[in-house]
């Protein structure tokens, strides 16, 4: 950093403790009806806050994000406590004076103080010698100049020195004159054209001409260090040396010699000015007593004024020796010399531009108090979530309804099943696909279900073992009545009159009556089982075929007598058979593509839907409504404004359904064109004979089917046999 063109930088207050806790802690109580001990957390990470942003630290970057941090939570909690009233005491940079106040306000326009004094010592200490540490240099300054505008025109009655509006904009403007001094460094590090560099040259020394009177209201008030007033006006006269010299050297260039002399001489007398009160000042210069000026700032002005003072009198003396021997130009007076255009390079960066950046609002970090929500933002917060809700129902009719479009026009075209008959026909196959149908498939699981459980046959042999057990004891029965009458008469005839049992008949009546009642059951119950046996054995051959694994190859042997492939169509006709199928092939290939679009289009949509869902979820403007508080009926604007977020995933919701419009459309148009073409071909009447065929198999099957159920429900055991034949 040698020889470094020395910079001021602001000197910084000096505060005294605050106690934030008590008047927080009496405000949530009064204002919130909240327990204040909810919060003490909260109440101590501000007090830590404060105390480590004004107390310094080991570095300036490092209290430059403390204070950023605190000016940040400043911010946020006057927002929700603006009528807090807390002792804040600061000591004037100035003159040391102790100011005390219990506005917040005073401690914001301090704080912002203290950040642009910390800019400034940022700026001020950058070595300028490399690419980096100038545009440091140069943006800080920027940013300190911006703080330092923002207190003036926020804080309008400033209660001490450092703060009032003539200081600060004294300030800012001697903070604005030292960006334009880096970047003229800059431009002449990287041998920017003359012409531009003198036009710099100028704003600089027109800044620091103007410091140099503005300085003279405040000399007397023992505000400034006179050191800086001195260094002020040696810069004054450089920089005006400079932008003569530059703009001598661009007149050279363009032959303007007698001007460029004229210029040289007026640079090589403004730069012994210089250099005289350069040197003057180094003599006297003390560190100690300037602290905000480099210590090295003496020796750095003397000799940066000296060695360009020596430049300007070689330049000089070469120009009139070159005038005087060949150019012999007129030379004009420095009144008529045309003036120097001035370029302003270097504008204060506002603070909104400091503070929106990603990396301070990282800084700054959480809300302290963001669990306090005052009750009106609750409220606003819930007039926004419902027209949130409001338009995620929308988008979701939306979406259901184009998604419901989709399905049924599918379902219309018939577009599913039928693919599958003209992807056969293409391939050359007159199956394709699942030969076995659905329903029969599921006729064959339930049926064998029940047959694991419990055969037809199975219950068909019982129900005939119990038949003939109760036919033989019917029988027996009847054979014991006939017995016991015959006894009866042939033991009435053998003892005639001495024989006084009552004949049989009689008593016996009841018993025959029942056996006929139960013999007439019986045949009525053998000939329902008959009709049932008849039923069963008319279905019994295509049951077990059902339930058989030879099923699947009876429908592909179904297909077609023999041939299962269409290639044996019209065996003389094979090259147009090929055409055919070449043909379908390609219109499949179609509809499949814009099937699969169509399926992806749902797929995008939905996933939109779910991020825009999620993206709404998450989406909370309280902080938003806390900054806005103060002004009355801005929810609308500001809820029209938060609304917009959405509107990308709005956009791409609306996309979906007009691709998806557009494929239906494409989609069909080839599905009508592939029914008419495979309409009238040879593929289609093979397709349609096969699918007579495997529908007259399914008929087949259905009817076998229904029979089983109705032998099932037959066979129900009948209470005429009983479970042991007795009854």
Not at 124 to 141: N, T
Not at 264 to 289: C, I, Q, Y
Not at 312 to 338: F, G, H, M, V, W
Not at 394 to 411: M, N, T, Y
Request: some cysteine; proline content about 4%; aromatic content about 8%.
């Amino acid at each position: 950093m040698a020889h470094q063109s020395p910079m001021v930088s602001i000197p910084k207050k000096s505060t005294e403790e605050v106690d934030w806790t008590t008047p927080i802690r009496k405000l949530i109580a009064q204002s919130y009806g909240e327990s204040p001990d909810n919060y003490a957390a909260e109440c101590a990470a501000l007090q830590r806050c404060r105390q480590d942003a004004v107390r310094g630290a080991g570095s300036d970057m490092t209290a430059r994000d403390l204070l950023y941090k605190y000016f940040g939570q400043l911010e946020l909690l006057e927002l929700r406590f603006s009528e807090i009233r807390v002792t804040f005491p600061w000591h004037d940079a100035f003159t040391n004076k102790l100011i005390t106040q219990t506005s917040i306000a005073y401690e914001k326009a301090s704080i912002l103080f203290q950040i642009a004094s910390t800019h400034s010592s940022i700026a001020a200490s950058q070595s300028r010698s490399d690419p980096e540490g100038i545009k440091r240099a140069f943006y800080y300054f920027r940013t300190c100049a911006g703080m330092l505008n923002y207190i003036n025109e926020n804080f309008l009655h400033a209660p001490s020195t450092d703060l009032s509006r003539d200081v600060i904009k004294f300030l800012s403007s001697l903070i604005l004159a030292q960006a334009t001094e880096v970047f003229f460094e800059k431009c002449t590090e990287e041998k920017k054209g003359n012409a531009l560099v003198s036009k710099i040259g100028a704003q600089a020394a027109a800044m620091y001409t103007s410091l140099s009177e503005e300085v003279k209201e405040f000399m007397g008030k023992g505000i400034f260090d006179r050191n800086w007033v001195t260094l002020i006006q040696i810069k004054a006269k450089y920089f005006s040396s400079l932008a003569q010299y530059y703009r001598g050297l661009a007149d050279n260039a363009t032959n303007k010699y007698g001007d460029a002399l004229v210029r040289f001489t007026l640079a090589d007398t403004l730069a012994k000015e210089a250099h005289r009160t350069a040197t003057t000042f180094a003599s006297g210069f003390v560190p100690n007593m300037s602290p905000n000026i480099p210590a090295d700032g003496g020796p750095s002005i003397q000799d940066r004024t000296k060695a360009h003072s020596v430049l300007c009198t070689e330049r000089k003396n070469e120009a009139q020796r070159e005038n005087d021997l060949i150019y012999n130009a007129i030379l004009p007076s420095p009144e008529a010399l045309p003036t120097i255009e001035k370029t302003v390079v270097a504008t204060p960066v506002h603070i909104h531009d400091v503070y929106g950046a990603p990396d301070v609002q990282k800084t700054i970090g959480q809300d302290f108090f963001i669990r306090l929500v005052p009750l009106s933002v609750h409220e606003s917060a819930s007039v926004y979530s419902e027209e949130k809700a409001k338009l995620v129902r929308g988008e979701v009719e939306k979406a259901e309804g184009a998604e419901g479009e989709f399905r049924s026009a599918l379902d219309v075209m018939g577009v599913k099943e039928g693919l599958t008959r003209f992807r056969a026909m293409a391939e050359g196959s007159v199956g394709g696909g699942e030969e076995v149908p659905m329903d029969v498939r599921r006729w064959k699981e339930d049926i064998a279900l029940v047959e694991d459980r419990e055969p037809v046959d199975g219950i068909l042999r019982g129900l005939t073992k119990l038949k003939d057990n109760v036919q033989n004891e019917l029988g027996s029965i009847s054979r014991d009545l006939e017995i016991e009458s015959r006894d009866c008469e042939e033991q009435r005839v053998k003892y005639e009159h001495k024989w006084t049992q009552d004949p049989s008949a009689g008593p016996s009546r009841p018993l025959r009556q029942d056996l006929k009642s139960h013999s007439t059951a019986l045949e009525a119950a053998a000939a329902s089982d008959q009709q049932v046996l008849t039923l069963w054995n008319s279905v019994r051959g295509d049951i077990q075929l059902l339930l058989s694994p030879d099923v699947e190859q009876l429908f592909r042997e179904r297909a077609g007598p023999g041939a299962e492939h269409l290639l044996d169509l019209d065996v003389g006709n094979d090259v147009d058979d090929a055409q055919e199928r070449s043909k379908i092939g390609e219109f499949v290939s179609e509809i499949e593509e814009r099937i699969g679009r169509l399926n992806k289009i749902s797929r995008e949509r939905n996933e939109v839907l779910k991020d825009l869902k999620d993206k709404i979820q998450n989406d909370d403007v309280s902080h938003l409504l806390l900054l806005n508080r103060r002004n009355t009926g801005v929810e609308p604007t500001l809820f029209a404004a938060e609304l917009e977020k959405f509107r990308p995933y709005q956009q791409r919701l609306s996309a979906t359904v007009h691709h998806q419009e557009m494929a239906l459309q494409e989609l069909s148009s080839l599905w009508k064109s592939l029914k008419e073409h495979a309409g009238r071909g040879a593929g289609a009447r093979r397709w349609e004979e096969r699918e007579r065929k495997k529908k007259d198999t399914v008929r087949r099957f259905s009817h076998a089917r229904d029979g089983y159920m109705e032998v099932r429900d037959g066979l129900a055991p009948p209470i005429l046999y009983g479970t042991d034949g007795t009854d």
